[in-house]
């Protein structure tokens, strides 16, 4: 910015600018950041009549403990964020869940407060960052932080992040995070460790939100370098209490969890860049990809999962020119930071929050999604509106003793270009909130740009079965029914191996359009292509059930609860069938039993041990696998279920053995490896556990190759 007329002494300040002495700083106009939270509160306020979509199911409709109101906070506090989706990604973000079942203790699962509480968040958000930015940009005229925080609360690329209801958590990190950096400086003015001690206990509040919280923690000493003319290492040792508080989170999560960095699931559809050599060069694509929409936000989506945005190599353009980009950016962010100008403290905050988006792909594969720009497009409108200063050639900083209505006549070129982008962003992001407003509208609207994606298909068409299935009209429900059966057959045409969609063709076969042989078959489809899906095994349950064959009930259900033990509907057809004495275990459709054969060979006894275990006597299906595994040391599916035995006999140690037998012989036995990972569950071996359940997922999308 241009230097300063004023007639006190200059020198560089910390935000890059030319500041002058005491006398010419900018007081902090809070009632400029009300403004600033109004804007925001009313550009999303018609939000606040639509309901729960996407996400929000099961972060609070389906989460027992958000159900469970105050009594299931304290739960809370122990159980990863997708605890009842049978996830373990280690996403520890107890708060936004608390804040659920807090809101559900006095409003019943009332959506519309939640989505007036993430107005709210997000409207005092505004306010907080307004005043943050004025206190670093102190010698800047105010309308310069002032316009950074509108273009930043009118952007839609926030649309996902204060529309949908989970977004909470990234609303309470960033809460959060703004108020340990006023907080901060604060204390860096005053020496008073009150204040220290309050910013503290916001940055663990932040990281109890979201992880991205810690990328909040990095920021700090980048605001205190660009506040102060403290050195580099000044600034990194006055964070030390901040390091040691995120240490501390760490051992926490590590206590609750069992694990920093949970299980990454072998699910093309969320983590579509894992094979092939293609994370990296795919990391600098989805970078250009991400200027382009913080530029441009259109048109935006909720889903960028498979094959939305195909996995590139280093000989595509878009990666070549991401790469420049990010290497350019880099070294200009470097350059600039060192010399503490505007350029340098934009850059830096877009490139730290940015960390953890391109994280998640180069190191595990997965998606973009609109909500990794929520804190990095800070850093792109500070940028924004001081390149607009430059390109105009604004009087932003040398106007200190003009009033408003003398600096708004100066720059009026500059004020009408932010306005214009102002408007232009509020438009869309008003216009993109009705999209949110059920899982119909969104599923409707973002089809039109999601037609190669699997995922996109499948919740259209997920809308479309449950729909049908409660459809009173018949010629109503035939059309929705072939509205979804359609998006499904795309869904598998985009993604033939795709699990979930087979689970859908099944419920549509075995609730709207009856065809039990149809539903049986694509069941066990979805099993072959995903088995740890519970609901596939469910389902077949309730079909083998209503056919009589409760054996085979049985069977189904228990897989049902095996895979997903928070899956309450199986247990209690589980349960309900072990009170007629019915409790089965190995799959009773492929056991036969044959008495009169004089062959008593190895499949002979298999088959016996399948018929006695199929009837629940453990004890001599054992002795007939045993005696099967003598007469053919190979035989694969006899060490299976002898091993499956053993666990229904509570003889986890001989479980274990012929487990690993298997393995010895087969290292990538799925049956061997989820068997292993379950005897150590059931043992309390929570770390073996997992590890047994990652090499079962990395076994599971080798097998679908």
Known sequence: M?????????????????KVTKAAEY??????????????????ANTIGHEYALDDSGAITENRYVQDGFGGIVNLMKVEFWHFSNMHLGYYRPLALITFAVEHQFFQGNPHISHLINCLIFAFSGYLLFIVLSKVFKSVHSFFPFFVALLFVAHPIHTEIVANIKGRDELLSFFNVTLMLW???????????????????????????????????????????????????????????????????????????????????????????????????????????????????????????????????WGNVWALLGILLFAAGAYFAVKHALKRTTWGFALSI????????????????????????????????????????????????????????EWLKANNKYVGALTLVFVLYSVKTVSRNM????????????????KNSAQNQHHYANQYIYMASVEKDSAKKMEYANNGIKALRQSLKVHPKFGE????????????????????YYYNRAIQTAPGYADSYYHLGILYQ????????????????????????????????????????????????????????????????????????????????????????????????????????????????????ILAKNPKNLFALKNIAVVYNVTGNTEKANEYMEKLREAEAESRK
Request: net charge positive.
């Open 2 to 18: 241009s230097q300063a007329k004023a007639k006190n002494t200059k020198h560089v300040n910390s935000a890059g600018v030319s």
């Open 27 to 44: 007081p902090i106009r809070h009632a400029w950041g009300i403004v600033i939270a109004l804007i925001a509160f009313f550009l999303y």
């Open 183 to 313: 907080f901060a400086l604060k204390f860096i003015d005053t020496k008073k460790i009150l204040y220290l001690i309050v910013s503290l206990i916001f940055a663990y509040l932040g990281m109890l939100s979201k992880e991205t919280a810690l990328t909040g923690v990095l920021l700090l000493p980048v605001f205190i370098y660009y506040y102060k003319d403290y050195s580099v290492l000044e600034c990194i040792k006055k964070c030390i209490p901040f390091f040691i508080v995120v240490a501390l989170f760490f051992i926490q999560k590590k206590l609750i969890l069992g694990t920093l960095s949970g299980i990454i699931p072998s699910d093309i559809v969320n983590y579509p860049y894992v094979k092939g050599n293609v994370k990296l060069p795919t990391t600098f694509m989805l970078f250009a990809f991400s200027l382009r929409l913080l530029f441009v936000p259109h048109p935006l989506r909720y889903d960028y999962s498979y094959n939305q945005i195909p996995a590139v190599h």
């Open 350 to 405: 877009f490139y730290i929050t940015l960390i953890p988006a391109l994280a998640f792909t180069v190191l595990r594969g997965g998606i973009f999604a609109e909500r990794f720009l929520f804190f990095p497009s800070l850093g792109f409108c500070i940028a924004l509106v001081y390149g607009f200063s430059l390109l105009m050639k604004a009087q932003v900083s040398s106007s200190a003793f003009l009033s408003v209505k």
């Open 435 to 450: 999209a949110w407003k059920d899982n119909l509208t969104l599923f409707t609207e973002d089809i039109k740009t999601g």
């Open 501 to 520: 969609s087979y689970y859908l063709l099944g419920l549509a076969y075995q609730v709207i359009t009856p065809n039990t042989d149809s539903a049986i």
């Open 546 to 661: 209503g056919l009589g064959k409760n054996n085979a009930a049985s069977y189904y259900y228990n897989e049902a609860v095996k895979y997903n033990p928070q899956y309450e509907e199986p247990k209690k057809a589980s349960d309900a069938l072990k009170k007629m004495g019915i409790d089965v275990y190995i799959n009773p459709l492929t056991s036969t039993v044959d008495s009169t054969s004089g062959t008593k060979d190895a499949v002979f006894y298999y088959n016996l041990g399948n018929y006695y275990a199929s009837q629940a006597n453990y004890g001599v299906a054992a002795s007939n696998f045993e005696k099967a595994i003598t007469m053919d040391k190979n035989y694969e599916s006899a060490y299976i279920n002898l091993a499956n035995c053993y666990g229904m006999l509570k003889q986890y140690d001989k479980a274990l053995a012929v487990c690993n037998q």
